[in-house]
């Protein structure tokens, strides 16, 4: 299923930029992000808005199923209009992560490595799956660029284009808040771009594992296939993974004698 925008753009607003930055209006040249209005404003305002403390609580998504989307992605250098992860649904694990921006710093490392662990995910039987809040001419224009020039050419799993934001806000991973007012005007805080987000998605679609981390903070590739091994050796042999835990290490029994005995070889 697709996921909606929570209320309607007002006809003024005709699109988010690729990068997320401002949006296009036909009352004015644009509006930088961040834009967010409020009772607080010049007394000249002629559209004061009374706004109440909003406390987000980040969604756990673990237990859960993945949410669905279908989406345009390009994959291994060429765009395609109709990318879901329902595909792997039945046979594949999946790694699905979130990236803030192309042509940024952190994310062609991050993307790079998974590319280079790529043949790693693929012995384990799970498929890699990007995504940003981009279009895909981005993503495909960034595909262009070598390496050494701070490109990402060369990845080649797929790299979702997350353009109107809806996947980011049903992951929620989504940077910032945005809403209508009273005046029919698009509220927005902050970029509106996507956190670092990972969920690990099993076979049957139901998400195992979640990270998400702050924009300037890098992931770890290793912890990612360490958490698909996890995964695999709680499946096969029904033993749980203690801290630390890697694979051909010793795992626990699920009870008290299992866990009493593996502390006592520490001790």
Known sequence: ?????????????????????????????????????????????????????????????????APSFTAKAVVNGQIVDQFTLDQYRGSKYVIFFFYPKDFTFVCPTELHAFQDQLAEFEKRNVAVVGCSTDTEMSHWGWLQVPRAKGGIEGVSYPLVADTNKTISAAYDVLVGNYDIDDFGELVVEGELIAYRGLFLIDKEGIVQHQLVNNLPLGRSIKEAIRMVDALQHFEENGEVCPMDWELGSEAMQANHESTAAYLAKGS
Request: with cysteine.
């Open 1 to 65: 299923m697709a996921f909606g925008i929570k209320h309607p753009f007002p006809d003024s607003v005709k699109r988010f930029s690729n990068v997320g930055e401002s949006i296009v209006d036909s009352r004015a040249e644009s509006v930088t992000f961040p834009r967010v209005r409020s009772g607080c404003e010049a007394d000249d305002d002629p559209h004061p808005i009374e706004t109440e403390p909003k406390i987000n609580a980040m969604s756990v998504l673990v237990g859960k199923p």
